[in-house]
């Protein structure tokens, strides 16, 4: 049975906006349609949600679900990586499209951070990571896809995504079951595990679904 990954892995939202400016942005139409903040595009830190991180049951949060860790400034890492060291039983997933733009360091166990690839051209990124980013795991989410990955090194990414594009937005492209495929055939051929999220499941169809989870997550989640 194909799972949502947002009954696995919970959002966060410390931190609201992005300077980005993506076209197929979810959290945009989100922050508008909920009127979280006057100016999507400045990035805002939800400081009363600190609090949020002092729950005792583990959980997996997804720290940008509505911004990019690009845009975090360093007073607000400073703050937040405190709380989070004094709170290990969560796990906690950092993602940006900008890592050419981060330099950054954390030697947390929990701590995973990765990139967005949306296309071939972005596939630098995953080198990006692994030289300004220095963690102790990395992962990627491939969502939106709109064309053909190409070959990919999965050396040193410990978890993939794999996502379509969701909405209305004219334009909209459909990832093709051959893009997915490629991707998760090689991350499996390097040993890395994939999880390919629930809207994928009326192009791919249950029985080429994968979902697999690291087993630091599945160890939260139990």
Known sequence: MTICIKSLIKNMNI???CSIGCSYCYARNNCR????TDDFSVPEYMVRKLRIIDTPKPHVWLMTGMSDFSDWKPEWNAEIFRR????PQHAYIFLTKCPDKISFSTDDENVWMGVTVTRN????RLDDLKRNIKAKHYHVTFEPIFDEIGDIDFEGIDWIVIGTETGHRKGKVDSRPEWVLHIADQAQTQGVPVFMKEDLL?????ERMIQELPEQFTKRLQ
């Open 15 to 17: 931190v609201v906006g």
């Open 33 to 36: 349609r909920f009127h979280i």
């Open 84 to 87: 989070m060291k004094s709170n």
């Open 121 to 124: 051209s972005e596939k630098k």
């Open 202 to 206: 009326p192009i791919m169809g249950e």
